[in-house]
C-alpha cells in the first residue's frame, strides 16, 4: 500500500526579497497504490519543486504531506530516502564514482538503515546482483566490479535506476531520467521503468517533456502550468488524450 497526499502546497523561494518567488500554488494532489503519474509542463512549471517537495529536499511554504496517512511534511530529506527513492537526469547523480558497481547496489540494498563504514556481506549479494543486472540493457552484469566513473552515461543511468528500484520504495520519483540518453538507450531504460513499475505495482511520478512518453507510459498524466495543475486525466480518459489535446494546457 503506498498513497500519498499533498493538501494545500504552496511554496514560496526568496520570500521577503526582490527574487521572491511563488513556485507552487494550493497544490492538492492524492496518488493512490499503483498509480503511475506521466508529469508534463512548460520549463519553469514547478515539476522539480513538487519532487522536491516530496522527497524532502525543500520544504513547503505552507501545507501538508502524508504517505500512507502519516505525516511527513517535517520528515528531513535522509528520513524519507527509507519510503521514497529519486533517480535524477544527471547520470553523476545517484551513484558513487569511486565505488564499483557492486558496492553502490550493496549501499541500495541499505537505502534507510543507517550505514557504516564497511560495505560487509558484499559477497554474499554478487549473485543477486548479477541476477539483477542480467536483465538489464547496457551490459552491466559484466562491470559489476567496475568502478562507477568509469561507466558510460546509459549505464550509470540505468544502474541508478536499478538502485532506486531493488529494494521496493514506496514512490518512485523521477525527474527526466532518460533524457540525457541518445534515443536508443533513452527508449530501452523507458521500457524497464514502465515494466519495473508495472511488475513491483509502484506508485510512481514521471517527469517528462515528451509528449508520446507521456501518452504511452503510466494510468494518470498531470500537466502543471505556473505552479497549479491545470490537467489531471487518469484512465480511461488518460487513454484517449493526444498530443494535441496536452498542448493546449501549454499555452501561458
Ligand atoms: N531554490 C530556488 N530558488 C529560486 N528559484 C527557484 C528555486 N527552485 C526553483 N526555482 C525557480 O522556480 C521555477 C520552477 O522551477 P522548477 O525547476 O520546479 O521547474 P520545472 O517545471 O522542473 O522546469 P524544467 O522543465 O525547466 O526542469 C523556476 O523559475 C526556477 O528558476
Known sequence: MSKLELKHINTTVNAGTAEEKRILKDINLTLNDGDFVTLLGTNGAG?????NIINGSLMPTSGQIL??????TNYSEVKRTKDIAQVFQDPKMGTAPRMTVAENLLLATKRGQRRGLHLRGLDQHLDFFKQETAQLPNGLSDRLHTF???LSGGQRQTLSFLMATIKR???????EHTAALDPNTSHELSELTNDVVQKQHLTCIMITHQLKDALKYGNRTIILNSGRIVLDLKNPEKSQLTEDDLLQYFAN
Not at 515539476?47 to 519532487?51: A, D, G, I, P
Not at 520504495?169 to 525527474?175: A, F, T, Y
Open 47 to 51: 515539476k522539480s519543486t513538487l519532487l
Open 67 to 72: 504517505l500512507d496517512g502519516q505525516d511527513i
Open 148 to 150: 562507477v566513473g568509469n
Open 169 to 175: 520504495p514506496k514512490l518512485l520519483l523521477l525527474d
